[in-house]
């Protein structure tokens, strides 16, 4: 075996440990027995060293012998990336590693506890141990301007406070306290739909949308997410209303966003960048795109019509387009981020940005959060949490040590406005396919443009190729006034 | 920290490790995606690699430190046990542990689709490789009069095939063609009951009985099964027919038994003798106790009945419990072994006993399994059955490699009869207690005497402390004969 073969073999087996340890949060999220906890959180920490181990030392021993000189083509942008990953992985001590991955285990426990109990203070000292040890993180990995922007790096490698300010600021300010005229018709998702029905019509649904249920599945959990635990193993989440469809629909839409894009990655190469995907604005710009450039177009509302219709005829006979366009496409502001419209969505982000940014800079503690979260509510989106499940508890993301994720959600979904303009420039037909539920093309072009790529290049790199440039920021608000009328 | 809690401290990784392995076992068979099933192999054989790495070289390294004259009671029976199963671990090659795990992985999924297709073709090649690695295995672990005996050791300690048969055989004799008048009643069991009510009928069921849902879910799958995954963590499946709850129930009932074993466990020095199972055999006089000595009793039909009634009023309003008991203690040959009644149940062991003793010992080939398995059906209980999947495919265990496992579920019968007929003789309220559902001196007792032996002493030693006596083969007849009437 050549030493190439040698490193691929490498990657192969850590990806079969990530694949383990994404079992293993998966699990703890939608099955895990409540006591079990504890336990679990030590196998992911006897995990985590594992592969950290495999990404460092071992690592090391073997990409000693690889000569990136003397690569070309697939294999030198492989070994490229490679190599500036191991860069990275090494800065952190296993010890770390390890405690972050036991630490978040429990502090999702505790999250869930604090949520489901109005209880902010059942989550605050995690929490605080997770902002200690994001901050240790960051001093390891280093940085110029501020601690925040080591971690930023994770999620879209490379971005800054500064670059996502200059980004976000612009949308704040355009759409600030924009409100679309209040509907007057009584909204068509509000029904009472058991929770099984609901699930059941969810995944007849994901399935036109082209979801691999040989490939994947679909089960509830406390926050929806996508997680990818093998190449064909694809498992999103979501969770129900039984008074409110759009509630569970629109979330997993955006899940099997995520779902569709690990599913079309390219099958060789595991555990290399080359079937790996690019980056969360990248994935974040999938699920954006299905979520809500797709999903709440006029086209789609038609072929969503229809599929009410058919799979679920005792609630929806009497089910019409153009209202479902207008309820899904009113700006409102709404406590909780994941329900809210395509515009005051970013104000959520924005929000957090600061929060998270100004926690591990350490200019606020974690006991300032539930006041300025109600605070920045307030002077964002001119309303107050009614409880802190509501409000600071709402969102997984630093319970899962995610801070620096929620950025990507703005920028997902700017790419995704820009990849949508191209696609419905080069698809006269565009509109006239998804109303009848032809989505394959897309795939096929998301596929060819976007996911074959894997994360061989950047982010942006990805963008210009797909769409001919980088982002442009008009387009997120040419697209966003082109559809919605604003009265305020 | 001293040699022994180096030692603990690792038995407790590999412990970990373990659990893993067995969350990636249960997920398959409950919820793994179809097509995922060759990445888990390779998950799984990776674990393996490590799970056996660290119970031979790892723990060796350890183990020589540790000086067992130095020891006393507890940390005493402890570094004994442990030191055998160094000794017994390390006659396996890492190599041939990893295949046996990646194929028993594939075979199990392959076993399925034959099943369920009904054709034993597609399992028969699994089979055959699984069968040659098990030899091999025993030729590693070595045996005096044949190679099964090294596997059959596996489940129960120093058990032979010759003594195996000593016990199987005047029971088989005993009980060849005996039947109970048939009966004459509707069987109250056979009523059209949905999956979902009878699953949650289920759970509300074993927790009556004690299942802790804090600690452990019950799930539907292929064949069922208990997987302890973890101390906190045991999990059970069942199967369904919606038109016999009786299917389910007495499935449930006995993956129940094994799961308060796995619960009732000692909480403390995880990994080590201490906190584990003793053995199959008394892992099944647990399940098999629960199934049959009280599942099947009239005290606790009357339990049943009540029960019935308060949770599936719609469907068991006019059930009596003479006719539950009537029912449940029917003689009649059945196809499948999990479905038959209590005396013809041996008859099918003794069945797979032969003939996968016969396959291990090499004196039959895969090809041959159909026909002899239909054959000796016809010698032992009169009936040929009429598909594969009600033959020879019925039972998961060869997929999963489990060669010897069949034995034990006699013994664990006939541990059972005398565990119960003790537990009788000490209770006389026993019958009193079981009818309105107090399990609890049941539990206790079982904790004290059994549970919390953990697998420091051996099944024999376990039963003698805990009855006072050795296995007395005359006890199980005596129960039969005591309980049920046959004509002839």
Excluded at 129 to 139: F, P, Q, S, T
Excluded at 193 to 216: C, T
Excluded at 427 to 450: R, S
Aim: with cysteine; charged share 25%.
């Amino acid at each position: 075996m050549n030493t190439l073969e040698k490193l691929y073999q490498h990657l192969e087996k850590v990806y079969h440990f990530q694949s383990i340890v994404s079992l293993l949060s998966w699990d703890q999220e939608t099955n895990m027995p409540e006591n079990a906890f504890e336990q679990r959180s030590q196998q992911m920490g006897l995990m985590a060293s594992l592969v950290h181990r495999n990404k460092t030392s071992e690592l090391k021993k073997i990409l000693q012998d690889v000569n990136l000189q003397e690569l070309k083509d697939k294999d030198f942008l492989i070994v490229k990336r490679v190599k500036e990953d191991f860069e990275k992985w090494s800065k952190i001590p296993e010890k770390l590693a390890v405690k972050l991955t036991e630490l978040t285990s429990q502090a999702q426990y505790h999250w869930d506890k604090a949520k489901k109990n109005n209880d902010f203070q059942l989550f605050a000292p995690y929490l605080e141990d997770l902002v200690k040890l994001k901050i240790e993180e960051a001093n390891y990995l280093g940085y110029e301007a501020c601690p925040y922007d080591a971690l930023l790096d994770d999620y879209e490698k490379g971005l800054k406070s500064k670059d996502f300010e200059n980004i976000i600021q612009p949308v704040v300010k355009e759409f600030y306290q924009k409100r679309t005229q209040e509907i007057d018709i009584q909204n068509p998702f509000k029904r009472n739909i058991p929770v099984n029905e609901q699930l059941s019509f969810a995944n007849q649904f994901i399935k036109d949308l082209g979801f691999d249920f040989s490939r994947g599945r679909q089960d509830l959990s406390s926050h929806p997410f996508s997680n990818a635990i093998s190449i064909h193993d694809v498992r999103i989440t979501t969770r129900i209303l039984e008074n409110d469809l759009q509630y569970m629909l629109y979330s997993t839409i955006h899940e099997t966003g995520h779902a569709l894009y690990e599913l079309g990655l390219n099958t060789e190469l595991l555990g290399t960048p080359y079937s790996e995907t690019c980056s969360l604005t990248i994935h974040e710009s999938q699920s954006r795109f299905w979520e809500n450039n797709i999903g709440r177009s006029l086209a789609f509302c038609k072929f969503l019509a229809k599929k009410l219709q058919e799979y679920l005829p005792k609630y929806f006979n009497d089910v019409n387009p153009e209202e479902l366009f207008a309820v899904l496409n009113e700006v409102k502001p709404n406590f909780v981020r994941t329900e809210s419209d395509e515009v005051s969505y970013h104000l959520h982000i924005a929000l957090r940005f600061e929060l998270e940014k100004a926690l591990i800079n350490q200019e606020i503690k974690v006991q300032d959060l539930p006041s300025l979260w109600n605070e920045k509510m307030q002077n964002y989106l001119g309303l107050v949490p009614t409880s802190d499940s509501l409000g600071v508890l709402q969102d997984v993301h630093w319970a899962a040590g995610l801070f620096g994720y929620f950025p990507t959600y703005s920028l997902g979904s700017f790419y995704a406005a820009q990849i949508y303009q191209h696609l419905k420039s080069i698809y006269p037909q565009f509109d006239n396919n998804i109303e009848k539920g032809e989505f394959d093309f897309v795939h096929k072009w998301l596929k060819e443009n976007i996911f074959s790529k894997g994360r061989m290049f950047n982010s942006n790199e990805i963008l210009q190729q797909a769409t001919g440039s980088n982002l442009k920021n008009h387009i997120f608000s040419d697209y966003i006034l082109t559809k919605i009328k604003f009265t305020s």
